[in-house]
């Protein structure tokens, strides 16, 4: 059974902590997003990875950072944690070919008080 | 860029058929995806369209591409309190990396 796997469900920091989120999938998949969902808003694009140690912008990459050091692992960072940063934050990835599956994990709801 | 728009709730009888709608801005996308999301999950892809199909039908579920109309429909049959989702639209313009682009989402309840 493939799996997304996000380390945690839900989070709870503090304004200004330096906030990691891990994504794993098992899948040998090139391909691995970070997106954050807000209600009415849909799901908005932070950063993506295409291979390892390659990392390319999304729409929203402000306040956000990633890291790709292996193939299976994509890291997502809050640099210094802000409230609008309270959201639900869902890794997925996705083959290199065209026109594959995107696979997703179940979602970190992340709460900066 | 490329903008997605549904509407944000659909209620519908059990039983009834419902109907999601969905308008794109780019004429260049290759595939467009309708994916569901259960509460406290993550998106689960529940079908796709390549851009020179007019319709897809899988079991329940029926898709309706219109090109010109940059118009994508989602139907599905016998709504059951099981289809109760949130249902996103999402397009993948040309270009690679199988980045999709997301509308909205829209939440359909199912009453009985």
């Known amino acids: 059974d493939v799996k997304v796997t996000q380390s945690s469900r839900y989070l709870v920091k503090r304004t200004g902590e330096k906030v990691f989120l891990e994504c794993v999938q098992d899948?040998?998949?090139?391909?691995m997003f970070w997106y954050r969902q807000d209600p009415g808003l849909g799901l908005r694009l932070i950063y993506f990875?295409?291979?390892?140690?390659?990392?390319e912008k999304g729409d929203i990459p402000e306040g956000y950072s990633v890291s790709r050091e292996k193939k299976e692992r994509f890291s997502l960072i809050l640099e210094s944690a802000s409230t609008n940063q309270t959201s639900m934050y869902l890794c997925a990835s996705s083959s290199g070919q065209m026109n594959t599956e995107a696979f997703f994990g179940q979602g970190t709801r992340l709460t900066v008080v | 860029g490329e903008d997605v728009e549904q509407s944000l709730f659909l209620s519908v009888r059990e039983g009834d058929s419902s109907v999601i709608n969905c308008t794109y801005t780019?004429?260049?996308?290759?595939?467009l995806y309708w994916y569901k999301q259960e509460p406290g999950a993550g998106l689960q892809l529940l079908t796709y369209?390549?851009?020179?199909?007019d319709m897809k039908q899988d079991q329940r579920l029926t898709v309706l591409l219109n090109k010109k109309d940059k118009h994508l429909s989602l139907r599905i049959a016998d709504t059951q309190t099981g289809d109760s989702a949130i249902y996103f639209c999402?397009?993948?313009?040309?270009?690679?990396?199988?980045?999709?682009?997301f509308g909205a989402g829209t939440r359909l309840a199912v009453h009985p």
């Open positions: 780019d004429s260049s996308s290759t595939y």
């Open positions: 369209i390549f851009s020179n199909m």
């Open positions: 899948m040998d998949h090139e391909n």
């Open positions: 999402a397009v993948l313009p040309s270009g690679g990396y199988n980045k999709l682009i």
């Open positions: 990875s295409y291979d390892v140690k390659m990392k």
